[in-house]
Nanobody, 126 residues
Framework: QVQLVESGGGSVQAGGSLRLSCAAS????????MGWFRQVPGKEREGVAG????????RYADSVKGRFTISQDNAKKTLYLQMNSLKPEDTAMYYC???????????????????WGQGTQVTVSS
């Protein structure tokens, strides 16, 4: 089993920045893919960014390209999401995810992932 705990959410004005963290524990050696997803009540979950833990290859949703950066610290078993130039439409609950599947270019498909965190809220005001 793998446990994921997100932190770093909060409220920020449009144009501001936040950095989300996701601490992984448990059988993390089994993990090949990690990612960030977000969800607004009443809407489907959206893949934001994914990373292949083997070489750090990444994939982003078009809506966040150039503004968000996913990264990992393997020694600390921590995943990050640096979010810059935030917009009100970025407001959502953000979830960290981890999976066994091989994803050489990262993945933002939720079917890739086996484990999910509890989420951290990000609110961007205009």
């Amino acid at each position: 089993q793998v446990q994921l705990v997100e932190s770093g959410g909060g409220s920020v004005q449009a144009g501001g920045s936040l950095r989300l963290s996701c601490a992984a524990s448990g059988y993390t050696n089994s993990i090949n893919c990690m990612g960030w997803f977000r969800q607004v009540p009443g809407k489907e979950r959206e893949g934001v960014a994914g990373i292949y833990t083997g070489d750090g290859a990444t994939r982003y949703a078009d809506s966040v390209k150039g503004r968000f950066t996913i990264s990992q610290d393997n020694a600390k078993k921590t995943l990050y999401l640096q979010m810059n130039s935030l917009k009100p439409e970025d407001t959502a609950m953000y979830y960290c995810a981890a999976g066994w599947k091989y994803c050489p270019v990262g993945s933002i498909r939720d079917t890739t992932y086996n484990y999910w965190g509890q989420g951290t809220q990000v609110t961007v005001s205009s």
